[in-house]
């Protein structure tokens, strides 16, 4: 008799091996590809089954408890959201969450962005925690301990990855940390006898210069024009600042009484430069900033293709208004 359990079981065991094997090795149902889903922090084994099953992963959440127990690894299942991308069996999923393999989205911020665009692509983005939503932008800086009195051309823009349910705010942090780092660099190697009091005031520019570039050679020519303004005591005059200042006054045009009022972005009312940048600067408009071109030109015109025309003085530069703006060619 108990020779006869013994062989039952056995028979069983085997029976359950194979099928357990059976289903370590074929394909999971999935409805569609790629399958996206999210396996939240500090999840058991048993909720991670459940999750799997919920997003559609799995059918039987048992069965792939106890592949995850036998195999020894159970424990080491990381949270994260993962994408399976092709078809998949129970043991390549369990192998996938063991590794971590999540799927790292990313964000993307723009050069010439305003701080105010890149609150919109923070708040629309899917996978990201929405901690700074209903921040103000004093409460921002104060969060991530930044000790200048406006957000504005602080943080770098570039491609960040992300893992889903990452906050905003360390988002913004990576962010701000790589703009000083860049920005730290530059301006250790920056050019002598630059009319910065501090970098802060260089980063200043590099906004200018990034609003102003249409051609990207032409950054260090720009940077140029506008050193050369500072350094003479010529008012900069530059749109884009005033556009800036206006905010949501501007109506898509610049009108000659918007140049006359005055704001502390106005560069045509106010000498100097503006009080904080006017966007987010790429890395090429900082390193024109800190390292203009060899050059004596203090006006520019749009040529109307995205490149300028540059003068030394303003008869020359009266008639290049004359000859690409005011002549229409």
Known sequence: MIKRLIVVLLIALLVMGGA????????????????EFTLMPGSSLP???EQLRQAGVIEDAWKFKLLARLSGDAARIKAGHYTLSRPTTPYELLRKLILGEVSLREIVFIEGWTF???????NIHPAIRHDTAKMTEAQILTTLNIPEARAEGLFFPAKYYIDPGNSD??????????????LAKEWAARQPG???????????????????????????????AFINRLRKGMRLQTDPS?????GSAFDGNLHKRDLLADTPYNTYTRAGLPPSPIA??????????LHPALSQALYFVSKGDGSHYFSDNLEEHNRAVMRYQKNGH
């Open 20 to 35: 357990l094997f059976w289903y370590a090795r074929t394909p999971l149902p999935l409805k569609s590809l790629p399958a």
């Open 47 to 49: 909720a991670v089954a």
């Open 280 to 289: 987010m600067p790429g890395l090429d408009s900082i390193h024109a900033a």
């Open 194 to 224: 630059l009319p910065y009091s501090n970098a802060y005031q260089a980063l200043t520019m590099a906004s200018i210069i990034e609003k102003e570039t249409g051609l990207a050679s032409e950054r260090p020519l720009i940077a140029a």
């Open 242 to 246: 005033v556009i800036y200042g206006m």
């Open 116 to 122: 105010q665009q890149m609150r919109v692509a923070l």
């Open 169 to 182: 705010i360390s988002i913004l942090r990576r962010a701000y940390a790589t703009m000083q780092m860049h």
